[in-house]
């Protein structure tokens, strides 16, 4: 049996010691669900799963079809005319962890507000339509899950306890996008959002991801560890250009005899694979674990030593060996399980890109995973007329429609880690004096959505005082009920 290929915006956004693969933004949302769980209890009383009836398409009054999307809500602190927070689904299922720690439970809490989880078309238990339809997946979009939420606010609104409640949304990632999104599409029902780790410019060829990642390294790791790197990828490309190498390369990987490395997509398999171990430790590490990962490297790079007692975390067969190949690959993302993984790069295809490439020459990971590797993914998962010119028809739409780096928004605070390789599509810059970007130093994706841990720096610390400053101020609440 093969593994699921580690996870899907890494790309295609959990843990340090998860697997991890280029398709994992990827998986941001399913990645901070992962280390919530660590840190929150499962169980609490005071939390309730409702669900609501959902139009399958919002802006066609000739579709007639409805479902029903999932939420959370947890009304432990609310009291009379508190605010209404709402945690946005991304692309993974909801988690109603994020009721009982972290920032949100943290405003509601010190402003006497009700919170809620809603949870994304297409993932988790929110189902629209049967995908194993391929073509049941055009209903899928961005412009769809703003509708969602905004009809699932309105409901709440409608309550009267809440009739005079602020409405503050919350999102990490690309649920960051649509919580900037919310606050633009829907200013009535919205009164102020944040936005972390928001890459809300849509890019095909996204080469600044990986030139973050060689960055990072330069700054933070040893002095001669991205020379290491460079070195070792070299020798991976040499190795590759003869049967003799590629031999000898199995041997030294571990790589499974009958893996068929003269094929370009399997070697991309593989160097996305390897690449992909950096990748982590820039999105979701600190400076710590980037100098001590290099302290691990050697020339030879042997970072993943299979241990054939402990269950392996990425493409392995039954013989123990790693086995690159791109069809299997393919096969694995199409099994039920991984029904999530279908939909967010059906998302990256049709409206995002955010395609993690090695053609930028400032990166130590040789140029061995183009835009061809997601275009062919694209096309084998979802048809042949899901081709190039299709991806660039989507981003453009995407960035006309929300504006890129500059969504005309106002009292939504855009936060950024500096780490972060996803910061090169976000907003760095105040867009206004209402609209503040807040980059954290040597901080990492989405950390400020966390409470505050022993070991978090202190500009982190800092850093979320300062947005819940920006909240309570925007609604008149908590400190600044007064005002």
Known sequence: MYLKYCQLLLLFSVSLADGFGFFDIGNTFNYLNKELYSLASNWDGDVKTRWIKQELDHFDPE????????????????????????????????????????????LAKETKGAMFVSEH??????????????RNFKFLNSRQATADNAKLLK???????????????????????????????????????????????????????LEKVNDN?????????????????????????????????????????????????????????????????????NTKNIKEHCKKLNTSLKLQILDKTSKPNFWVARKGCYYYDFDKMIEEYKDKENEWVIAWIYQTCTEFGYFQTTSSKSQPFTNNIGLNFYIEMCS???????????????????????????????????????????????????????????????????????????????????????????????????????N
């Open 63 to 106: 579709e007639k079809r409805t479902w029903k999307m999932r939420y959370f809500q947890r009304l432990t602190y609310w009291r009379s005319n508190g605010p209404i927070y709402l945690l946005l689904g991304g692309e993974s299922e909801a988690s109603s962890r994020w009721t009982t720690t972290g920032i949100m439970q943290e």
């Open 121 to 134: 078309r297409y993932y988790g238990k929110s189902k629209p339509l049967n995908t194993t339809d391929i």
């Open 155 to 209: 409901y709440i609104k409608s309550w009267r306890m809440f009739n005079n409640s602020k409405v503050v949304v919350i999102g990490g990632s690309y649920s960051g996008n649509l919580a900037a999104w919310m606050r633009m599409l829907y200013p009535e029902l919205v009164d102020a959002a944040l936005a972390s780790s928001a890459p809300v410019l849509a890019k095909k060829d996204f080469y600044e991801y």
């Open 217 to 285: 390294y330069e700054q933070y790791g040893t002095s001669e560890c991205l020379d290491n790197i460079r070195n070792t990828f070299e020798r991976y490309d040499r190795l590759l250009q003869s049967s003799e190498g590629i031999n000898l390369l199995k041997e030294e990987e571990n790589i499974c005899q009958d893996c068929d490395l003269t094929v370009l997509k399997n070697r991309q398999v593989f160097f996305s694979e390897k690449v992909s171990k950096f990748m982590i430790y820039s999105q979701y590490g």
């Open 380 to 482: 084998v998962l979802f048809g042949t007329d899901f081709d190039e010119k299709r991806v660039d028809s989507g981003i453009r739409d995407t960035n006309v429609f929300y504006g890129g780096r500059t969504p005309n928004v106002t009292k939504v605070v855009f936060t950024n880690g500096d780490l972060d390789p996803w910061s090169t599509l976000g907003v760095l810059e105040d867009l206004s004096y209402n609209a503040p970007a807040v980059v954290i130093p040597r901080s990492s994706h989405c950390r400020d959505l966390f409470s505050n841990r022993e070991n978090d720096i202190e500009e982190l610390k800092e850093a979320r005082i300062h947005i819940k400053y920006l909240i309570k101020n925007w609604i008149g609440a908590g400190d600044f009920f007064s």
